[in-house]
Each structure stands twice: as structure tokens, then as C-alpha cells.
């Protein structure tokens, strides 16, 4: 699945935490944990915009959308 790449470094608390997670959870790669982990957060913040009063999720829309221009330009 082609998408965008995100390098990012991690404090080794945060690592660890990671690893236990996906320990857990039967996940052995580290970068598929950290996607679903992202992937979670993404949908939580996305339910909490829902939530807010209209007129400020077409406001955040609309400054994505002007990002997402920005990035095709």
C-alpha cells in the first residue's frame, strides 16, 4: 500500500513501552505496533473533533485542506 513515510525517534521509555505492547498484544514487529498505536490515537483526536462545536471542525477541515494544497503545489 503506497502512503507517506514518517521516520521518527523514540525516547527509550516510550521503546520499551512499545515493545511490551506488542509483546502483549502478539505483534512482533515494532513498526506495525507503532502504526496501529498511531492509527488509535489518529481515530480518538478524529471522535474528539466530532464532538466539538461545528463551526470549529469545518475551521480545522479547512486548515487541512490548505495543508494538504500546500503539499501538492
Given at each position: ?59 480545522i ?13
Amino acid at each position: 500500500m503506497p502512503g507517506q513515510r514518517v521516520e521518527i525517534e523514540l525516547p527509550e521509555e516510550l521503546w520499551r513501552d512499545l515493545e511490551q505492547v506488542a509483546e502483549v498484544l502478539g505483534i512482533g514487529n515494532l513498526a506495525e505496533a507503532a502504526l496501529v498505536g498511531l492509527a488509535d490515537w489518529i481515530a480518538r483526536r478524529k471522535a474528539e473533533l466530532d464532538d466539538r462545536d461545528p463551526a470549529q471542525r469545518y475551521f480545522i477541515n479547512e486548515a487541512l485542506d490548505e495543508l494538504a494544497r500546500g503539499r501538492k503545489e
